[in-house]
């Protein structure tokens, strides 16, 4: 009997593979610019949190790191974010030509495609969407930093590859210790960015589905009309609710001048999807931002992305939910089709399971530093939605059980915690036969 039987399973082994792998490299010599090696905790963090697109660090990824630490940061980000499934496929077809079933049906977990025959074809539109979309962004920040800064070609190509990379999956890694507060006014780099990590986060089916039929949305799917519905307005209320509350705070948006208070405040509304980067000291925001940053950071980005959380499409799922038990109808429907029951189920377990997670790993973790309960909760959400925005707790004062534990929830936060329990069940069962039905009271 093989070990790992079911798809899930062998996703979770991928990645935890994959970050041992990362690992390793980082504990090369080679991969930091002091001389030594870095400790064996700096180099599983960083790895973790990059093959989990997450951007959290607890050594300054400039100074600390080489260039080949760098470069190995960047290949975690990229497998990461393209799937570690979905890059085995693209090797088998490499090789082969062909892919077969089992490792079709292994991509489409990771993917979520809706169909296993589908499989090849979507892997190479992500594949060359991911790579042209990453080209595009890197151009601009070459140009942008090489005719704005005065970078060298060089530096400057470095640069923004590194940057579109991180953007593009939502990673959040920079080559700055300010992550990106001071370009808080140069448009030319703050917009692209935030516009990669839309585009990353929105989810490839959407993309792919958007590209096809943007004239027609009478044909868009549940989750195109579902993503959508619910990531516009969280991208105006989230602009909106932080260019009020941080108007006239003279530590973050108060120092910048009128004109780009709005740009940045539409910046820190698309971070917490998961893009990581921040233009502003988040540990100088207002308790207000605080909740809408923890808010927007567990519910995250688009399914089937580089986005972490519980997904909007699950946040989606549950409203809809919610409206057709308000008007006391049987059946959920999202426009003209039917929620399966199965559906509902899921998405109730996957935000469940989140709460849970976030609850359990906020307990500890207060019970293991000396931080507020905002700022303790503020880093587990931004681990479990693999966001890497920090008010610095990770990385100042942190201790180092602690420090695990987010490595554990960045790890959980990727792989999706619905992946995790059934990679962990020993097999699955199906009841073949059915109990009385007794309805009790709720609420």
Not at 75 to 102: C, P
Not at 215 to 225: I, K, Q
Not at 249 to 276: D, I, K, W, Y
């Amino acid at each position: 009997m093989p070990v790992l039987r079911h798809p899930a399973q062998v996703i979770v082994g991928g990645f935890g593979f994959a970050i041992l792998i990362g690992t390793l490299l980082l504990l090369l010599p080679a991969a930091t610019s002091s001389p030594g090696s870095a400790t064996p905790l700096a180099a599983l963090f960083t790895a973790t949190s990059a093959i989990c697109v997450t951007g959290l660090i607890v050594v300054d990824t400039e100074t600390h790191w080489s260039t080949f630490g760098e470069v190995v940061i960047m290949a975690l980000i990229q497998a990461g974010g393209l799937g570690i499934m979905t890059l085995a496929t693209v090797f088998a077809l490499l090789v082969s030509g062909r892919v077969g079933l089992r490792a079709r049906m292994l991509v489409q977990t990771e993917t979520k495609t809706l169909s296993a025959s589908d499989v090849r074809r979507v892997v190479r539109n992500v594949v060359i969407f991911s790579l042209v979309s990453e080209l595009l962004l890197t151009v601009v920040l070459t140009l942008r930093f090489a005719l704005g800064y005065g970078e060298g070609l060089g530096r400057a190509s470095y640069m923004g590859v590194f940057h579109a990379v991180s953007a593009f999956n939502n990673a959040g890694f920079v080559l700055w210790p300010d992550s990106v507060v001071r370009f808080a006014t140069d448009p030319w780099i703050c917009l692209p960015i935030a516009f990669a990590v839309v585009v990353g986060g929105l989810g490839f089916p959407v993309v792919f589905e958007l590209a096809r039929s943007w004239r027609r949305p009478s044909r868009w799917s549940v989750l195109t009309r579902i993503t959508l519905a619910v990531t516009v307005p969280l991208l105006v209320l989230g602009t909106a609710a932080f260019t009020i509350f941080e108007w006239s705070n003279p530590a973050t948006f108060g120092a910048l001048p009128e004109s780009r208070r709005v740009m940045a405040g539409f910046f820190t509304g698309v971070m917490p999807r998961s893009g990581g980067f921040s233009l502003i000291d988040i540990a100088e925001m207002r308790s207000e931002s605080w909740l809408v940053t923890d808010i927007l950071m567990f519910i995250g980005g688009g399914s089937a992305g580089t986005a972490g959380g519980i997904k909007v499409t699950t946040f989606g799922l549950l409203a809809f939910v919610i409206w057709a038990e308000l008007r006391g109808e049987d059946q959920v429907n999202v426009g003209h089709r039917r929620l399966p029951s199965a559906v509902q189920r899921q998405a109730l377990t996957i935000a469940l399971l989140g709460v849970g997670l976030v609850a359990l790993g906020t307990f500890v973790l207060l019970s293991l530093s000396r931080q507020s309960l905002d700022e303790v909760i503020f880093e587990a959400i931004s681990a479990f939605g693999t966001v890497g925005l920090s008010i610095g707790a990770t990385t100042t004062s942190m201790p180092v059980p602690g420090q695990v534990l987010i490595v554990v929830l960045m790890f959980i936060g990727r792989i999706g915690p619905v992946t995790l329990f059934s990679a962990l069940a020993m097999r699955e069962r199906t009841r073949h036969y059915e109990l009385p039905e007794e309805r009790p009271i709720v609420g």
